[in-house]
Antibody, heavy 118, light 110 residues
Framework: EVQVMESGGGLVKPGGSLRLSCVAS????????MTWVRQAPGKGLEWIAS????????YYTDSVKGRFTISRDNAQNSLFLQMDSLSAEDTALYYC???????????WGQGTLVTVSS | QSVLTQPPSLSAAPGQKVTVSCSGS????????VSWYQQLPGTAPKLLIY???KRPSGIPDRFSGSKSGTSATLDITGLQTGDEADYYC???????????FGGGTKLTVL
């Protein structure tokens, strides 16, 4: 069974940093791109970043470019999201997801909540 | 403002059919595969349809997808109360270089 599990969310002050982690199991991790998607409270889905399976090429939505960094450790079946210069607009539930090169999100974690507030 | 446009809400009676629409442009729906996701209340989204019309294993054939030009649709037949959820379309946008989602459609089964 495919499983992805996020951790690392919490309360952080504006301008602060947080590092999210995601551990995956049930599939060949280094064969799939991985993705982070977030959902602000009461709002829709927002794709924020993806990373390819082996070359580690990264893609970001404009609102997080230069502030967030997606990375992966294929040996540890792990995905990461380093988030810097956080603002209230980054408050959301952050989902880790197995994805396809064509963009489909195949499997979603349960999410980890990030709250940016003073 | 989402790149893909969906109706904010739809409602229908149990047993009926509902169609969720998703409108985009040549740079997204017009040139890439469309996926659909179901998000039941308080849960994570789940893949319902991929590659425009394919269903992952375990998804009942009451759910079907199609695409024509720059629009896509999700049909749900034989509606059940358990189908009450938010439904999102998504695809790659070649011009923006990002995955884009619709704003979501809240389905109420009356």
């Amino acid at each position: 069974e495919v499983q992805v599990m996020e951790s690392g969310g919490g309360l952080v002050k504006p301008g602060g940093s947080l590092r999210l982690s995601c551990v995956a199991s049930g599939f060949t991790f280094n064969s799939y791109p991985m993705t982070w998607v977030r959902q602000a409270p009461g709002k829709g889905l927002e794709w924020i970043a993806s990373i390819t399976s082996t070359t580690g090429q990264t893609y970001y939505t404009d609102s997080v470019k230069g502030r967030f960094t997606i990375s992966r450790d294929n040996a540890q079946n792990s995905l990461f999201l380093q988030m810097d210069s956080l603002s209230a607009e980054d408050t959301a539930l952050y989902y880790c997801a197995r994805s396809q090169t064509t963009g489909e999100i195949l499997n979603w974690g349960q999410g980890t909540l990030v709250t940016v507030s003073s | 403002q989402s790149v893909l446009t969906q109706p904010p809400s739809l409602s229908a009676a149990p047993g009926q059919k509902v169609t969720v629409s998703c409108s985009g442009s040549n740079s997204n729906i017009g040139s890439n595969y469309v996926s659909w996701y179901q998000q039941l209340p308080g849960t994570a989204p789940k893949l319902l349809i991929y590659d425009n019309y394919k269903r992952p294993s375990g998804i009942p054939d009451r759910f079907s997808g199609s695409k024509s030009g720059t629009s896509a649709t999700l049909d749900i037949t034989g509606l059940q109360t358990g189908d009450e959820a938010d439904y999102y379309c998504g695809t790659w946008d070649t011009s923006l270089g990002v995955v884009v989602f619709g704003g979501g459609t809240k389905l109420t089964v009356l």
